[in-house]
């Protein structure tokens, strides 16, 4: 039973009264007692002191309820100061009550005065000397509400009383300094010094010393309603928190308070123990609250946190004596004020381990909500400017372009380690869709031609309109338009610092200028027809051009020949190209050939055959040594100097091969047939083992670690084999497939080992052969292709129900099958970091998938046919793909590259050089700090 229940109890009934007899000596006495009077000191405390309103409330009303209780044997007196009586009358229980039965004390005045300061000096037989009790006087009618002033002011000039006179004077009173003063001086004295009861001390106190004095008369003191401050007790254990966990500080701190040089023995504060013999501290002295100047200026600064330490405190402790759980923690109002003034709160903190403790576990779950709002908040903005980029691609794609960056950019500011799939997918619509471009506006019909320097700052251009035009990358004209050639400018060159430009046009002329389109010489003849292409090397010493009438010529920058015209051409010469040395001329023509010239016009090697078509252009590397060519028919070649393909084919099976795998530093090829053998190549195509012999069937795969001393294959006898790079088998052959096996994987590291096979599981092995898991059931169908994550987490796997799937190393799904393709799933990859999964299919298309199974693009579709095998490169950016039309083609991989590709295209556009608008700004912005730097870094 709480102690405000017992108030009605003994009111209203006789079998209350044992409730009492333990806290009450006689407990007989009690029982037999008629008539109870409650004396309730010191009310105001319910206004200062009781922060919960509910809980004061609630006290109220149990008293005030006595008065409608009949003939009750409870009486109830209350006191409290003056000062508070506008506290009771804004309290409806109470408002009413103190109407009547109200006995107001009016302030001592005159002679009451009088006799307070003079009546307990005559007990003690002394005297006070007239005057002294005069100017006593005087000061209390200067001093409001002045009684503790007064009780300690007569409690210090009794110590200094007149001992032979007997008497208190005048002149001991005015040394004291008055009624504040002396209260002041004293409790001065006691902060400062140790040695404080000498007249002149000298053992100053240590400024932690004076910092936990501060501290605790902070918290001996409770902040009322407005300005009113009252004593508010602690226990001393509450007052030891102060010096946290620390036992010799506890123990100083101890001494402080109680010790022999302690403020309890300073007579600033007072220790009292309660029935559990619990140690309380209080201040000693009302007076002190205003009187004690320095305590003032603490209260004044402290006067906004004190409540706040309190009320944390309280909410601590509510806490605690509920079921510990988040609806109990701190209101958010409560917390935000705490979190805004945290570090000016801790030194007043009641108990600060506990309350530290309470408080970041509260704001650290409030931040964590505040952070899952504010994610979805952007997740729901950026699907809804992804849905935004489709709306604007058909009709404004400059704009979808800009918004696609700009989401891509705050998607990896605001949520880096999710990019969501709705953008990826937008980004990547705009790469293939949002057509943009730079227009250099000027020439008078069709543009033959077009050259850029090796710096890329200067473009050139030649037309039908028979006009040279030089532009920066801006799109915007460096000279006046070139104008000499007499009809159509077929060619345009420049050379490596563009300072010369060359030309070649119908007029059968060539012709050099500068930048500034000043001729450098005159006009070079030689051609009779047309010149169909122009040439500048490097150093800018050596020009070719080629023409209609099958010849080749070579000049130098002054306009002479360097040789005989190089005849051997059968036809238009379509394209010419020279070497970075100026060493090797290349050209190409209508008679299906290459052919390849030094300096001097003497032929190379024999003329490069193998095109089916007219030979349209021809380029050659920077070192010289490789020359591509392209023709009518198709086709892109590849030749050494001397004119040969780089590469034999590598000949060795006798049967179909079924798969190759080639290590990362590429020095290891490895292949598996259909004559059950796997081979392993080196990088000139050289066998560099003996066949492997070892599956009793067709080798259907075969896989290679990153460090090559590991290879995988799987057949049609249902077993994964593991071998070194030498050919010897590692382990016995591992069983477990109930049918043939499609396709293996091993992790980067060389210890898991991935397979799918006809009998629709994938399955998990370590180096040793041993199982890793229980087999991994999901497909309906065979599995066609399993793949596995750089760091071995993930595994991919695509079947013939049309599915991909996603597992972990411990067997378990990680997202729904994935849905998409209509048809089988011949062939899945995963990228390095684990973000990317790629797909393909008999659908013929090739799909992008994230690791939450959510589609990243629209299908890439391109085959003509089934797509048969897919491969994405270490850095994610570029996806590889084989089908059944013959062909290899090439993706950009993901959102980096997508990105990129992107910001190049609108580099050098208005609306990134000038850009108006804000969501302008934030995408040049986005392609300056995801491309642009770290390619240029």
């Not at 000397?129 to 409690?155: D, R």
């Not at 501290?281 to 409540?307: C, G, K, V």
């Not at 650290?364 to 709002?373: C, G, S, T, V, Y």
């Amino acid at each position: 039973m709480t102690q405000y229940a017992l108030v009605v109890e003994i009111a209203q009934n006789d079998n209350s009264f044992g409730s009492l007899t333990k806290p009450i000596d006689d407990a007989e006495a009690v029982v037999n007692t008629e008539k109870f009077l409650l004396v309730v000191d010191e009310f105001e405390k319910v206004f200062t002191v009781c922060i919960d309103k509910e809980e004061r409330q609630r006290f109220i009303e149990l008293l005030t309820g006595v008065v409608e209780i009949h003939d009750s044997r409870l009486a109830v007196v209350i006191t409290m100061r003056g000062d508070f009586l506008q506290s009771c009358l804004d309290n409806p229980s109470l408002t009413h009550l103190i109407q009547t039965p109200v006995v107001v004390i009016p302030p001592l005045t005159g002679v009451d005065f009088k006799e307070t300061i003079a009546k307990p000096a005559q007990l003690q037989v002394h005297s006070v000397e007239e005057a002294g009790a005069l100017k006593i006087l005087q000061n209390l009618q200067q001093e409001p509400g002045s009684l503790p002033l007064l009780e300690f002011a007569l409690t210090k000039l009794w110590e200094k009383r007149e001992q032979k006179k007997y008497q208190l004077t005048q002149e001991e009173y005015e040394y004291l300094g008055g009624l504040t003063a002396v209260l002041n001086l004293y409790a001065e004295n006691v902060y400062h010094y140790q040695d404080y009861e000498k007249e002149y001390p000298t053992q100053e106190r240590t400024q932690q010393e004076k910092e936990w004095i501060k501290q605790i008369f902070l918290r001996l003191v409770g902040t009322g309603e407005g300005e009113k401050d009252t004593r508010q007790r602690q226990p001393k254990a509450t007052l030891l928190n102060i010096a946290g966990n620390d036992a010799n500080q506890r123990q100083q701190l101890s001494e402080l308070l109680d010790g022999e040089t302690g403020l309890v023995k300073g007579r600033l504060l007072v220790s009292e123990k309660d029935e559990k013999e619990e140690v309380w501290i209080n201040l000693a002295h009302e007076a002190l609250i205003e009187s004690w100047q320095q305590f003032a200026q603490w209260r004044q600064q402290d006067r906004d946190l004190r409540p706040l330490s309190e009320s944390l405190e309280n909410t601590r402790r509510e806490w605690l004596n509920e079921t510990p759980d988040d609806k109990y923690l701190i209101q958010k109002g409560l917390l935000a004020q705490v979190r805004d003034s945290w570090q000016q709160l801790q030194p007043d903190l009641q108990s600060p381990q506990q309350d530290e403790d309470f408080y970041q576990r509260r704001d650290a779950d409030d931040k964590h909500r505040i952070a899952e709002m504010e994610r979805a908040l952007t997740e729901s903005q950026l699907r809804e400017k992804a849905a935004r980029v489709d709306d604007l691609l058909p009709l404004q794609p400059l704009d979808s372009l800009v918004l696609a960056i700009q989401a891509m950019g705050e998607n990896q500011e605001k949520l880096p380690q999710q990019i969501l799939a709705s953008v990826q997918n937008s980004l990547n619509r705009v790469v293939n869709k949002a057509r943009v471009s730079i227009p250099f506006c000027g020439h008078e019909g069709n543009v033959s031609s077009v050259a850029i320097s090796a710096d890329g700052q200067t473009i050139v251009s030649g037309g039908i309109d028979g006009t040279v035009r030089v532009w920066n990358y801006q799109g915007l004209p460096l000279a006046e338009p070139l104008r000499g050639h007499q009809g159509n400018v077929n060619s345009v060159a420049i050379s490596a610092d563009g300072q010369m430009i060359v030309s070649g046009g119908a007029d059968g002329t060539v012709r050099l200028c500068n930048r500034q389109g000043l001729p450098l010489a005159k006009p070079l003849r030689g051609d009779k027809n047309d010149v169909s292409s122009v040439a500048i090397s490097a150093d800018g010493q050596t020009i070719a051009s080629g023409g209609a009438d099958g010849m080749v010529r070579l000049w130098n920058y002054q306009g002479l020949l360097l040789a005989e015209p190089l005849y051997g051409h059968e036809g238009n010469v379509r394209s010419v190209a020279i070497s970075a040395n100026g060493q090797t001329i290349v050209s190409g023509g209508d008679d299906r050939t290459v052919r390849l010239w030094n300096r001097q016009g003497l032929s190379l090697a024999e003329p490069l055959r193998g095109h089916e078509g007219n030979v349209r252009s021809v380029a050659i590397s920077t070192d010289g040594q490789t020359i591509v060519s392209g023709s009518d028919g198709g086709t892109v070649r590849l030749w050494n100097r001397q004119g040969l393909p780089l590469a034999e084919p590598l000949r060795g099976h006798e049967g179909n091969v079924r798969s190759v795998a080639i290590s990362t530093h590429r020095q290891t090829i490895v292949s598996g047939s259909t004559d059950g053998t796997m081979r392993f190549w080196n990088h000139q195509g050289l066998p560099s083992a003996k066949p492997l012999r070892g599956h009793q069937g067709w080798v259907y795969c075969v896989a290679i670690s990153t460090d090559a001393q590991t290879i995988v294959s799987g057949g049609t006898d249902g077993t994964v084999q593991l071998w070194n790079h030498q050919g010897i088998a590692l382990t016995e052959p591992l069983r477990g497939h109930q049918g043939w096996v499609y396709s293996v994987a091993i992790s980067t590291d060389g210890q898991t080992i991935v397979s799918g096979g006809s009998d629709g599981t994938v399955r998990l092995w370590n180096l040793q052969g041993l199982a890793l898991a229980e087999p991994l059931y999901g497909h309906e169908g065979y599995v066609n292709s399993v793949a596995i994550s750089a760091d071995g987490q993930t595994i991919v796997s695509g079947g013939d129900d049309g599915t991909v799937q996603l597992w972990n190393r411990q067997g378990l799904a990680l997202a729904e099958p994935l849905h998409g393709h209509q048809g089988f799933v011949n062939s899945v990859a995963i990228s390095a970091d684990g973000q990317t999964i790629v797909s393909g299919g008999t659908d013929g298309a090739v799909r992008l998938w994230n690791l939450q199974g959510l589609a990243l693009t629209e299908p890439l579709r391109g085959h003509k046919g089934w797509v048969y095998s897919v491969a994405i490169s270490a850095d994610g950016q570029t996806i590889v793909s084989g089908g059944e039309d013959g062909t290899v083609r090439l993706w950009r991989g993901d959102w980096r590259a997508w990105l990129q590709v992107c910001c190049d295209r609108l580099r050098y556009h208005p609306v990134f050089t000038n850009p108006q608008t804000e969501e302008a700004k934030a995408a040049c912005e986005t392609c300056q700090k995801y491309v642009w730097s770290k390619v240029s870094g």
